[in-house]
């Protein structure tokens, strides 16, 4: 009964082709340079696929997953609410292979990180002059905890989430227990690991839909399945081609209550079936905006 709870349905995206533009990783590493960092914080607004405020569903409860790492595919500044993806200044896109049939994400090279490292950099002299007043950011990958009941005991568990349009996956940990694939999982594809009694459980699973929130999405729309969240900087970030320091950017996602699901006692714990008994079910994991900042 233990066993069957930890196979619960997860959210990701669903399925589109991301923007083609690349930037190879430089290997001039003279600066200035352009840095990015990834930070997660549950105090953060959470916010809806449109960039409103979100309320909570009735009959839904939600809880901050704690984060481990995270991986992007694709980061992009934008001049205004009016550039089309794609259009504006696109400084990172990961590396893509074929190896599984169709094109997608290469996740043996992908850039994970953890929060508060240095997730990518490039000199600022391979970035466009300009001012930009949006981020986007393209999520692939997402590592991290969450508390959950079976059989009248609480127990944390591991959860690895891949969100990209598509991901080559020779093998991969979710925490200390390795899965092997050797191929193609599109959006959706996710492994849950936890240890009950001392000994460790794998699951594994796919899923559709998750919020990726866009405050622009009125007038410069993000494709289905793309997974790119799109953030305004506090004031626009001006690059002159003139700087003689770094450029730091914090890619800030909030974690606020990003975890949701159908509580079916409104209780406020996570309690998946546990084989013999309906249990709550997994509405959403996605998270819940981008505030990007820079210093």
Same mark, same amino acid.
């Given at each position: 009964?233990?066993?069957?709870?930890?196979?619960?349905?997860?959210?990701?995206?669903s399925?589109?082709?991301e923007?083609?533009?690349?930037?190879?990783?430089?290997?001039?590493?003279?600066?200035?340079?352009?840095?990015?960092?990834?930070?997660?914080?549950?105090?953060?607004?959470?916010?809806?696929?449109?960039?409103?405020?979100?309320?909570?569903?009735?009959?839904?409860?939600?809880q901050?997953?704690?984060?481990?790492?995270?991986?992007?595919?694709?980061?992009?500044?934008?001049?205004?609410?009016?550039?089309?993806?794609g259009?504006?200044?696109?400084v990172?896109?990961?590396?893509?292979?074929?190896?599984?049939?169709?094109?997608?994400? $290469?996740?043996? *090279?992908?850039?994970?990180?953890q %929060?508060?490292?240095t &997730?990518?950099?490039?000199?600022l !002299?391979?970035?466009? @002059?300009?001012?930009?007043?949006?981020?986007?950011?393209?999520?692939?990958?997402?590592?991290?905890d969450i508390?959950?009941?079976?059989?009248?005991?609480?127990?944390?568990?591991?959860?690895a989430?891949?969100?990209?349009?598509?991901?080559?996956i020779t093998?991969?940990?979710?925490?200390?227990?390795?899965v092997?694939?050797?191929? $193609?999982?599109? *959006?959706?594809?996710?492994?849950? %690991?936890t240890?009950? &009694?001392?000994?460790?459980?794998? !699951?594994?699973?796919? @899923?559709?839909?998750?919020?990726?929130?866009?405050?622009?999405?009125?007038t410069?729309?993000?494709?289905?399945?793309?997974c790119?969240?799109t953030?305004?900087?506090?004031?626009?970030?001006?690059?002159?081609?003139n700087?003689t320091n770094?450029?730091?950017?914090?890619?800030?996602?909030?974690?606020n209550?990003?975890?949701?699901?159908?509580?079916?006692?409104?209780?406020g714990?996570? %309690?998946?079936?546990?084989?013999?008994?309906?249990?709550?079910?997994?509405?959403?994991?996605?998270?819940?905006?981008?505030?990007?900042?820079?210093?």
């Amino acid at each position: 009964m233990i066993l069957c709870s930890v196979a619960i349905l997860f959210s990701a995206c669903s399925k589109e082709d991301e923007p083609t533009p690349t930037v190879s990783n430089p290997s001039n590493p003279s600066g200035p340079n352009l840095i990015f960092k990834l930070y997660f914080d549950s105090t953060l607004a959470r916010l809806d696929n449109f960039g409103n405020p979100a309320v909570m569903p009735a009959g839904n409860s939600a809880q901050s997953p704690r984060f481990n790492k995270m991986s992007a595919h694709y980061i992009e500044f934008a001049q205004d609410s009016l550039t089309a993806l794609g259009s504006g200044e696109i400084v990172f896109h990961g590396p893509e292979t074929t190896a599984g049939g169709p094109n997608a994400v $290469d996740f043996d *090279q992908a850039i994970t990180k953890q %929060e508060g490292e240095t &997730f990518y950099s490039i000199p600022l !002299s391979q970035v466009s @002059a300009g001012t930009y007043e949006w981020l986007r950011v393209s999520l692939t990958y997402q590592n991290y905890d969450i508390d959950f009941k079976a059989a009248g005991n609480m127990y944390t568990g591991t959860l690895a989430s891949f969100v990209g349009f598509n991901t080559y996956i020779t093998n991969y940990n979710i925490n200390t227990q390795n899965v092997v694939v050797n191929d $193609d999982k599109l *959006q959706g594809y996710w492994g849950f %690991e936890t240890v009950i &009694f001392s000994v460790p459980y794998v !699951s594994e699973g796919q @899923a559709p839909g998750t919020t990726v929130p866009n405050p622009i999405a009125s007038t410069s729309p993000i494709p289905s399945g793309s997974c790119v969240v799109t953030g305004n900087f506090p004031s626009p970030l001006t690059i002159t081609g003139n700087e003689t320091n770094d450029v730091i950017v914090n890619i800030n996602l909030s974690t606020n209550n990003s975890f949701e699901w159908k509580d079916l006692n409104m209780d406020g714990i996570f %309690e998946p079936s546990d084989g013999v008994n309906p249990g709550d079910t997994v509405v959403d994991m996605g998270l819940r905006g981008l505030f990007p900042t820079y210093q």
